[in-house]
């Protein structure tokens, strides 16, 4: 290369010439490009949906896979495996060991009056997406869970426009259409289970109907409490029927100590006086045939059977005497042997 130098003394380069280079130049930057676009990672809980100038083209498990370059296919990841959930009529600040929660008693008093009395600019969100109506026409304030997952990415990035959006608004239209088929001493008691239940099946079944792709895994109940202004003459309520509960059970409690034992005592006097029956008869018949055996013996053979009655008496009367006096038949009398002194004990003679 020639080097000019001009009167001050600095030298002086030619231009240089790009034109040659420009074509790998571009090339190379292509094929960085590529490079850095081809392949992509899908994790363990996710599936990737591919999609080709929009449309969708394929689902893709977790792992490394490649794609055309340049933007001409673009992937949406979906997590599959991971429980999502829904809170309603409360949110969660912090969850841990102790758990952090907010929820409309944690909304400032002032600003809850100016709510319900319609001065306020904004309403409270907590308030109204969890006060329901019963059946029986009560009012309760219901918090609670929806855990789901998703069990179709394709559906559920493509049949709904906000998937989330769209389970909370599910979520609450049928927590209040199931809670307004129930009584307020089922919602805030014992039927709790089976609104859940219920909750859960109606929902499942209008997400399918919607085609979202959305399994539901639990809807859980988390607290039901009647609204602050009516809480004491409610809790008043439910303390007079716990102690109804109370006083029943312990009625029962005495029912089945005292009514099986006088049963007992009354089906044991039966079976004593059924035995009693029994032996009665028994031996009256046994006294009868005997009596019917004597006197066939007796008809036939009159003296000895008169002779054997006789002495058959005897054994059974003697026994339970004390003094015993044989007579001879020749004795004129018995004074003289009897022995009067009855300090020296009776005689037998």
């Not at 029986?136 to 426009?161: E, H, S």
């Not at 109606?202 to 009516?230: C, F, H, K, W």
């Not at 003459?233 to 005292?258: G, T």
């Not at 038949?329 to 009067?340: E, F, H, Y």
């Amino acid at each position: 290369m020639e080097v000019n130098y001009p009167s001050d003394g600095t030298p002086k380069f030619p231009p240089f010439n790009f034109g040659p280079w420009i074509g790998p130049l571009l090339l190379l930057m292509m094929a960085l490009t590529a490079a850095g676009t081809i392949f992509y990672q899908v994790d363990q809980d996710e599936a990737g949906v591919v999609q080709r100038f929009g449309e969708y083209v394929r689902t893709t498990g977790p792992g490394l896979h490649f794609k055309v370059p340049f933007g001409i296919e673009r992937v949406r990841r979906v997590k599959v495996t991971h429980v999502f959930k829904e809170e309603f009529g409360f949110r969660t600040i912090s969850a841990g060991v102790r758990s952090v929660f907010t929820g409309r008693d944690d909304i400032n008093r002032d600003q809850q009056q100016t709510v319900r009395r319609g001065r306020a600019g904004g309403n409270d969100p907590f308030l109204e997406e969890s006060m329901m109506l019963t059946g029986d026409l009560n009012v309760a304030i219901v918090q609670w869970i929806v855990q789901y997952t998703v069990k179709d990415p394709v559906r559920y990035l493509f049949r709904v426009r906000n998937p989330r959006e769209t389970i909370r608004n599910m979520s609450e239209a049928v927590m209040r259409l199931v809670v307004g088929d129930h009584q307020i001493n089922d919602v805030l008691t014992a039927g709790r289970e089976q609104i859940q239940a219920e909750a859960e099946k109606m929902l499942q079944e209008l997400l399918d109907s919607y085609e979202a792709g959305i399994a539901v895994r639990n809807v859980i109940l988390q607290d039901v409490t009647p609204p602050n202004e009516v809480k004491p003459s409610f809790n008043a309520v439910n303390e007079a029927r716990q102690e109804k509960e109370k006083l029943i059970n312990q009625a029962w409690e005495e029912y089945n100590r005292v009514i099986p034992r006088a049963k007992g005592q009354a089906e044991q006097q039966i079976r004593g006086a059924e035995g009693y029956a029994l032996e009665r008869v028994n031996r009256a018949d046994g006294d009868a045939e005997r009596f019917t055996l004597s006197w066939e013996a007796y008809k036939k053979y009159p003296e000895v059977t008169r002779r054997r009655l006789y002495l058959e008496m005897i054994q059974k009367v003697l026994p339970t005497l004390k003094d015993k006096l044989f007579l001879d038949d020749s004795q004129q009398g018995i004074l003289p042997l009897l022995n009067l002194n009855r300090e020296e004990g009776g005689a037998t003679a």
